[in-house]
């Protein structure tokens, strides 16, 4: 289905187009006619599907524009709220619609001001709460009340603040609950707040046809010299790699810089503006490798995304997919590297019980050994100063070498 059928108003239509938007995804196509509705709906699909155009377009084209705050969008992490702002400001572009952002890490003074002739909120749990709790944010007349990736919002402890926040809205809005997996917490949330919500599905399965996974078993010693050499090898346009600890992504992230390769970290230590640096310099290409723990790579969405790494191994088929799927998107190619030593082998396991994931094995490569330094290092541009250590998982295995 194209989006020219859906009948927009021509300044919706045309900044669609702009953006390239002209076929409608699966999660789009299910989902923007129930939300036209006035229906309560939760959307069980992954990042990278379209559920941002989702809710924001049918969300947009009933806002009637300066007339107070009618819109409040959830999402679990700063980056996030960043990506839905920006889309939805694509969206608009033609309807001038006030977008306002707020989150935590920032001062409260400017978005104080910016709330009073907001349109629409996009925040995260705790800086919005803090902000009804001072009276600074009323949220009784909004129409529509968002939470996009409920799943990991709550996997990261905001089930209180998401049922907290909701005791401040009107019982008439309508709600709409985006999540890769439909959790009890999802199923319990819902029951309390939503009205005979609709739900639609899209297929989690990752598609062959432009995502190629494969997995290389490799000593512990040389897994940081192998990467080096696939990056080096494999040239990413950009690349993202996953660790499993803050201390483990600072360390890979500083010494990949020493190699030659231009790439920085991204985790829960650093301050607002150096992660929002950081994500400006990787969309625009200044930074070709992120490095990245799962919870700082929640809301990452970017164009041309073509290698994703698994430095570390996750604990569950859920969140590998999830982590893959930020490349190969809507048609593009993609390739998802794992490289795992003998800790790693009982995750692995544990993601491979997903029958759907054709994870292929490729024999090692020749490569140079490259060296790990742990700490005495000059520091890469947005680098923490933090000793480093070296922390891993271990457990049983049916691989071989």
Do not use: W
Request: charged residues 25%; aromatic residues 8%; glycine residues 6%.
């Amino acid at each position: 289905m194209k989006y020219v059928e859906l009948n927009l108003e021509a300044p919706f239509l045309r900044a669609l187009q702009e953006i390239g938007f002209e076929e409608l995804t699966p999660i789009q196509e299910k989902s923007i006619p129930i939300l036209r509705e006035g229906k309560d709906l939760i959307g069980q699909s992954e990042t990278g599907s379209g559920k941002t155009a989702a809710f924001g377009v049918p969300i947009l084209e009933k806002i009637q524009f300066n007339k107070g705050l009618q819109a409040m969008i959830l999402a679990p992490t700063r980056e996030l709220a960043d990506q839905i702002t920006k889309n939805l400001n694509q969206f608009s572009k033609y309807k001038h619609c006030r977008i306002v952002t707020i989150y935590g890490g920032v001062s409260m003074n400017p978005q104080i001001q910016n709330i009073r002739t907001a349109d629409v909120i996009v925040g995260t749990p705790g800086r919005v709460l803090d902000h009804l709790r001072r009276g600074t944010l009323s949220l009784f007349q909004i129409k529509f009340f968002v939470l996009d990736e409920a799943d990991k919002m709550f996997d990261m402890g905001f089930v209180r603040d998401v049922h907290s926040i909701l005791g401040f809205t009107p019982k008439s809005k309508q709600t709409i609950i985006f999540s890769a997996t439909i959790s009890e917490d999802v199923q319990r949330l819902a029951s309390r707040n939503m009205h005979d919500p609709v739900v639609v599905k899209t297929s989690t399965h990752v598609s062959a046809s432009f995502l190629k996974q494969v997995y290389y078993d490799v000593r512990r010693n040389e897994k940081f010299s192998l990467l080096v050499h696939i990056i080096k090898e494999e040239n990413p346009e950009l690349a993202l790699v996953f660790c499993g600890t803050r201390t483990e992504t600072h360390s890979v992230a500083k010494n990949l810089y020493r190699q030659g390769i231009r790439a920085a970290a991204l985790h829960g230590g650093l301050s607002q503006n150096a992660r929002s640096g950081i994500m400006n310099d990787f969309k625009d290409g200044k930074i070709k490798v992120l490095v990245a723990s799962d919870v700082a790579a929640r809301g990452i969405d970017v164009k041309h995304l073509t290698h994703i790494f698994n430095y570390s191994i996750p604990k569950t088929s859920k969140e590998y997919v999830h982590r893959i799927g930020r490349t190969a998107r809507i048609g593009h190619a993609g390739i998802a590297i794992s490289l795992l030593d003998e800790r790693d082998y009982e995750n692995f396991n544990n993601v491979l019980r997903d029958r759907s994931l054709k994870i292929e094995k490729v024999v090692l490569p020749e490569f140079n050994k490259v060296e790990f330094a742990q700490q005495h290092m000059e520091r890469p541009r947005y680098m923490p100063q933090r000793r480093d250590q070296h922390r891993g998982h271990s457990g049983p295995s049916r691989f071989r070498r």
